[in-house]
């Protein structure tokens, strides 16, 4: 969907959304109708109240006449609460099935996506969007609905009364019409920049939270607080001319309520004189008309919500239009040999003109340890994350056991692959959940146990008061560094596949918990094939090949003992950091 698509057109896709309600939705009409109905049989009434009551004093009617007014009132009450619970539930629902289909959409986005956007970006759209987008396609239509019903059934009565008058006051309709066009289109306006600088605000926010030890460390607490200051003051700028916009058509609605009942007064004057309308009947039409005033307020400010939700819509279905990563492989694959081979590879980020990768080709077979070194910037994360195809090659090929990686399934290809990064990922639950975690959940015990005592994690996780059913708090923070790494590579042993890729694994961690990481490094190796991105050169001194990256381009490769021999750029950063050591 462009962002050039018609409110109207993006209004009719999202009712789309609210297709599975249609039950809910039809009871929440019916209750309307029944409201509005009696919201214009109480205004007729009103006529044989004056006129019974006050005018011919019939006592018999005028003991009835209040029996109907309570009546009326409580069928009003009774089609009000079925309209609310039905149009209530059908939006919470609505909500909740954009938030589920979004996120599900963002999991199956390429991995540039989450380059391009920023996770607050993605939160904003899985929270107030969707809040919004309820809002638009079933809170504002209930609005719009019951108001126009109201509207509808207090100018049937007021045509039933007297048409002379009504005809009259209904010359006001057109510039109300125009108005309101007028307040749509500003209300839009707005509210896509109000969406987009909530966003920033939220953005401006998870750094400096995220970040706060640095912030405090730098003293930049002022120059944070001042950035989301006027990011803040933007959002209120925005606001306020919503605020206004809402407050002047409000007034101006008023005003022409004001005329429409100085017409009233006027014309219905004139009929009474003629003897064509009674005291009963310019009573009815008076209360018609003043129940028409609010409902047409309401409509008016009706616009800033449904607006707001349009804008909101179109955000979101920019992700759900987007094109889902590349998966039309049909080649089966239960467990790989593990055999990866690179073929003039060629890799380039979007916007970018110089190449990630440039004619990468090597081979790494089962058993072996494949190290890639180099200079941050060089490649060896986008090198990495090929593999996985979290990115796409711009040209080349790459291999597994003789076919390319677009020959198998996402997920056949992913299942070959476990992967212990630098930043290790862990949800608020306990450690036997997040050890066998996704496809591992339905591991053995005896299993479970194993990994984590292969990743010399049971020591740490033996002295937890639960053991393995204890919680490690949110993304782990219950757990030091070498300890949520060490978990990781229990899930990796768990995973037991045989593509092993370690990511900068032992980069953040002091000298101990780098000795117990690495020995269960060790337990997890063989006979799999395992690609290293190196950080201390010292760790992969035993590696059967090392691939040495710079500006995109394999400039040497052979063993750590060949690569020091040959005196290039792999012997310039091993000692530059044997001398850093030596410092240390």
């Known amino acids: 969907m462009s962002g050039t698509d018609s409110p109207w057109k993006v209004y009719t896709r999202l009712l789309g959304f609210a297709r599975p309600y249609r039950g809910l939705l039809l009871l929440a009409g019916v209750g309307m109708l029944l409201e509005a109905g009696a919201g ?55 909500a909740r099935d954009f938030r589920v289909e979004v996120l599900g959409k963002y999991l199956r986005l390429p991995g540039l996506r989450f380059d391009t956007e920023p996770v607050p970006s993605m939160l904003v759209r899985l929270g107030s969007d969707s809040d919004q987008v309820a809002q638009a396609a079933v809170d504002a239509m209930k609005v719009m609905i019951q108001q126009s019903l109201q509207v509808v059934a207090m100018l049937a009565v007021m045509l039933y009364t007297s048409w002379q008058v009504t005809i009259a006051i209904l010359l006001m309709a057109p510039p109300l019409a125009w108005m309101m066009d007028r307040v749509a289109k500003r209300y839009r306006r707005i509210s896509h920049r109000i969406q987009e600088s909530g966003a920033e605000m939220m953005q401006a926010a998870d750094q400096t939270l995220s970040n706060q030890q640095e912030v405090k460390i730098y003293g930049a607490q002022r120059t944070e607080l001042k950035r989301y200051a006027g990011l803040a003051d933007t959002n209120l700028k925005l606001a306020m001319k919503v605020e206004a916009t809402r407050s002047i058509s409000s007034a101006m609605v008023q005003l022409m309520g004001a005329v429409g009942l100085a017409l009233l007064l006027f014309f219905a004057g004139r009929e009474a004189m003629a003897g064509r309308l009674t005291a009963g009947g310019f009573v009815s039409l008076m209360v018609s008309m003043m129940a028409i005033i609010p409902a047409l307020k309401q409509l008016t400010n009706v616009q800033n919500m449904l607006q707001r939700g349009v804008a909101s819509a179109q955000r979101l279905f920019t992700v759900l239009d987007a094109d889902d990563e590349q998966d039309h492989g049909t080649r089966p694959l239960e467990r790989a040999k593990g055999v990866i081979e690179f073929r003039d590879i060629t890799a380039r980020y979007p916007g970018q003109s110089r190449p990630a990768l440039k004619g990468i080709n090597f081979t790494a077979r089962p058993g072996t340890v494949t190290a890639i070194v180099g200079r941050s910037g060089s490649g060896k994360s986008t090198l990495i994350k090929l593999i996985p195809r979290f990115y796409e090659a711009e040209s080349g090929q790459i291999l597994l056991d003789g076919h390319p990686l677009q020959d198998y399934r996402l997920a056949d290809l992913r299942r070959q692959i476990a992967l212990v990064g630098q930043q290790v990922m862990l949800f608020d639950g306990t450690v036997a959940a997040n050890v066998a975690y996704g496809e591992l959940q339905g591991a053995q015990a005896g299993a479970m146990e194993e990994a984590v005592r292969g990743a010399n994690a049971m020591e740490f996780v ?99 003992g060949e690569l020091l021999a040959r005196g290039g750029l792999y012997a310039h950063l091993y000692q530059m950091q044997f001398r850093e050591g030596e410092a240390g």
Do not use: C, W
């Not at 005018?55 to 029996?67: F, G, Q, Y």
């Not at 993304?475 to 593509?499: F, H, N, T």
């Not at 990511?503 to 337990?523: G, I, M, P």
């Open 462 to 560: 033996s002295e937890l008061p639960e053991g393995l059913h204890a919680p490690i708090g949110h993304k782990g923070g219950r757990l030091s560094g070498g300890q949520r790494q060490r978990l990781a590579i229990a899930r990796a042993m768990l995973k037991d596949a045989p593509i092993l890729i370690l990511d900068e694994a032992t980069a953040a961690l002091d000298n101990e918990s780098e000795r117990l990481v690495q020995n269960a490094l060790q337990k997890l190796m063989p006979d799999r094939t395992t690609l290293v991105i190196a950080h201390r050169l010292s760790t992969i001194e035993h590696a059967d090949q090392v691939l040495v990256l710079d500006q995109g381009h394999l400039v040497e490769q052979g063993t750590h």
């Open 40 to 94: 214009g049989a109480f205004a007729k009434l009103m006529e044989s109240v004056v006129d019974e009551t006050f005018i011919k004093r019939d006592e018999a009617k005028s003991l009835l006449l209040p029996a109907y007014i309570v009546g009326l009132f409580v069928i009003r009450g009774v089609a009000g609460y079925i309209t609310d619970m039905g149009m209530g539930k059908a939006a919470r629902s609505i």
